[in-house]
């Protein structure tokens, strides 16, 4: 797989000295790992059928159905017309099951139905983006959050329900036993506002390898 071209939020560097002077253990994550770049594959609909797409199997049968599913479609880039012109049964051929295919239907009748269109989210708040795109079928709240982070780079999102990020909490602050509510709330609120930071950073605990969506 070719990773995708990542950027730098504008506020990573501030975000990194902020968070390098009130957690030590982030502090030597940041200083031990080189400046590091978010970065997401195709626009806000692909970026969202993707995380559809790739529900309950593993990345590489995820890239897999993709990779047909755009050969399939044989348009410039899936576009959510492009996506309820196409013949369900074709698409199945792709490798999806057909709840698959109602969401990804779901999903492209929101992005067309949306009055605001994409540029929209810009003047909207994390939990107001969270609570939009949760009503779409096959979104949950961690692809909101996945969504946050890697496609429109929002500064303040803590995804607690990613597996990774526990883990990394848990190892990095309570010696690998499950990290108390309250230790997490306060590490949530020493992280504010740039907990999308040091997630990121903790995620990097875990593996060095670039994380990108």
Known sequence: MTAPTGRRPRWWRTACAELSERDPLLATLIDRHPPMLIGSRGDAFQTLARSIVGQQISVKAAQSVW?????TLACAEVAPAVVLAADPSVLRDCGLSG????YLRDLASHFIARPAGVDGWTGMADAEIIEEL?????IGVWTVQM????HLARPDVLPLADLGLRR???RGYS????TAPRQVDRLSGLWHPWRTAATWYLWRSLDPGPVLH
């Open 147 to 150: 969504f946050l982070i890697f």
């Open 168 to 170: 990394a909490i848990e």
């Open 67 to 71: 990779a047909r599913f755009e050969a």
């Open 134 to 138: 949760t009503a779409v079928r096959g």
């Open 99 to 102: 709840r698959k295919i109602e």
């Open 175 to 178: 010696k690998g036993r499950p």
